[in-house]
């Protein structure tokens, strides 16, 4: 072996060694991604707008057109208070409290805009939840999000915005 062949023998050598350490560096930095990805998919998914131990007993749905109340009687099942004999069906109610009970959201805004912008100032829907022992919790729907994939949540809980 020549000492031209030796200078590309080392020069290739170098360029490998360079790659295998470029690659070591970009493996190490997606693993630690990944893992910081996952931790905060874990840690966003227990973070429930809402317990999902909640005892409701009475919801009030309110819009610009319309209030509608229900209540819980004292047989388990839920009636319309405006009209106590009208036949409802029991699935609709117990689902929404379902729903408010494990409502996670698809993002936090920790520090956003102001409460107009995201039509939270004056909700279009308000929805308020009884507990068992009196406590009341609301649920204020705002405007559509811009993609329109969910919608801007306030609740009487937290000054923090929610995209549900």
């Not at 031209?4 to 970009?26: R, S």
């Not at 959201?105 to 004056?122: S, V």
Request: glycine share 6%; no cysteine; hydrophobic share 40%.
């Amino acid at each position: 072996m020549n000492a031209q062949e030796k200078k590309t023998l080392i020069l290739l050598l170098g360029i490998l060694a360079a790659l295998g350490v470029a690659f070591l560096i970009i493996w190490g930095v997606n693993r630690s991604n990944t893992k910081k990805a996952e931790a905060a998919a874990a840690a966003s998914a227990q973070s429930n707008v809402v317990s999902s131990q909640l005892d409701f007993t009475a919801l009030t749905w309110k819009n610009p057109k319309t209030t509608l109340s229900f209540q819980l009687g004292d047989d388990g099942n839920w009636f319309w208070v405006d009209d106590p004999d009208f036949p409802m069906e029991q699935s609709h109610i117990t689902n929404m409290i379902s729903l408010l009970s494990n409502l996670v959201p698809q993002q936090t805004i920790e520090k956003g805009d102001t409460l107009e912008a995201y039509g939270l100032a004056d909700p279009p829907v308000v929805l308020t939840a009884t507990q068992r022992d009196g406590t009341q919790m609301t649920f204020s729907l705002g405007n559509a999000t811009t993609e329109g994939n969910g919608y801007y949540l306030l609740t009487s809980q937290s000054d923090t915005v929610y995209i549900v």
